[in-house]
């Protein structure tokens, strides 16, 4: 399945999300059990406004992907992808149907639904989006559904379920982060004119980061900062095909060859909704809205260039 059309779904999500939650609910300063009911109930103006809105904006996004991606129609048949982009496409699925479950979630509490409720719903509005669009992969010419993205889709998922549950609040969340590559003009078709384009479709330029609370694994005291995040990345450079390069030339015809290879970094972070100087009610927008990831100081690792530091922004490949 193609991940860009996944990343458009997400960034239109991500938009409701915003208008919905401008005058969202404080979150709690610390983890709050999962046993303790909501008190205040459903607040039945808000609920009904983000059902009407999440069911037309699945229509309308379905509608509009119908059309614009999936106009040729065959009969359904899955396909192995496994391999293709160095499973980024793979690390893409886990960490939008991790974003999108946190948005359904903090929805949902926004309206007042209780916590466990708030959890399965939101889980489950990724899964039914996700899903969606890779049953309609399955009758698509030049795709097909895929088992792979599936997997991916249930693991971003079940790791926001699984802390929420458990833990009461986000230890271990997913982020995105890009820069511009030179592959992209060998290429532009695939993978996109324009730096917009080329954030869902170059993933050679896209990082996915995992990134821990340290004060939530961490025995610190009560001075530590507890915003301050380590984030583990992953990207790969050197593809301009899924499988592998096919032959691509400069200017004066010579041929040009790219190597492939994996990326791994490490770097600090912040989780700006555990800041309390921000105001209360944009806290709990602000913690699905950091799907993208900050850019700090970076230590990189390949086999190409080995060790490697980075002052801020990763550099251009």
């Given at each position: 399945m193609k991940h860009q059309t996944q990343t458009t779904v997400l960034i239109g999500f991500m938009t409701?999300?915003?208008?919905?939650?401008?005058?969202?609910?404080?979150?709690?300063?610390?983890?709050?059990p999962i046993s303790v009911a909501d008190q205040s109930g459903i607040r039945q103006g808000r609920f009904i406004g983000v059902l009407i809105g999440t069911a037309a904006f699945y229509t309308v996004t379905l509608l509009m992907l119908k059309k614009q991606w999936y106009k040729k129609k065959v009969p359904f048949h899955a396909f192995n992808d496994n391999r293709e982009w160095l499973q980024m496409d793979k690390v893409g699925h886990a960490a939008t149907a991790y974003c999108m479950s946190r948005g359904g979630y903090e929805l949902m509490r926004w309206s007042g639904v209780d916590e466990r409720a708030s959890i399965l719903t939101g889980g489950l509005l990724a899964l039914l989006f996700q899903t969606t669009i890779e049953v309609f992969d399955g009758y698509s010419e030049g795709w097909g559904f895929s088992k792979g993205d599936m997997v991916a889709n249930v693991a971003g998922t079940a790791l926001f379920v699984g802390q929420q549950y458990s833990a009461?609040?986000?230890?271990?969340?997913?982020?995105?982060?890009?820069?511009?590559?030179?592959?992209?003009p060998y290429r532009p078709n695939l993978l996109g004119r324009t730096t917009g384009v080329q954030m869902l479709k170059d993933y050679n330029g896209q990082q996915y980061w995992l990134s821990v609370n340290l004060a939530s694994v961490l025995p610190v005291g009560p001075s530590f900062p507890r915003w301050l995040n380590l984030d583990v990345g992953y990207s790969g450079s050197g593809m301009i095909g899924g499988h592998e390069n096919p032959p691509v030339f400069d200017q004066n015809g010579r041929e040009v060859k790219f190597e492939r290879y994996r990326q791994f970094f490490i770097s600090p972070d912040a989780d700006l909704s555990r800041v309390g100087a921000f105001s209360p009610s944009l806290q709990r927008f602000i913690g699905t809205a950091q799907f993208?990831?900050?850019?700090?100081?970076?230590?990189?690792?390949?086999?190409?260039?080995?060790?490697?530091?980075?002052?801020?922004?990763l550099p251009k490949e």
């Open positions: 409701i999300l915003l208008v919905q939650s401008l005058r969202a609910q404080p979150l709690p300063p610390a983890p709050v009461g609040q986000q230890v271990v969340s997913l982020k995105y982060g890009f820069r511009k590559t030179i592959f992209p993208f990831k900050i850019p700090a100081p970076s230590l990189e690792f390949n086999r190409i260039n080995g060790l490697r530091f980075h002052p801020l922004i």
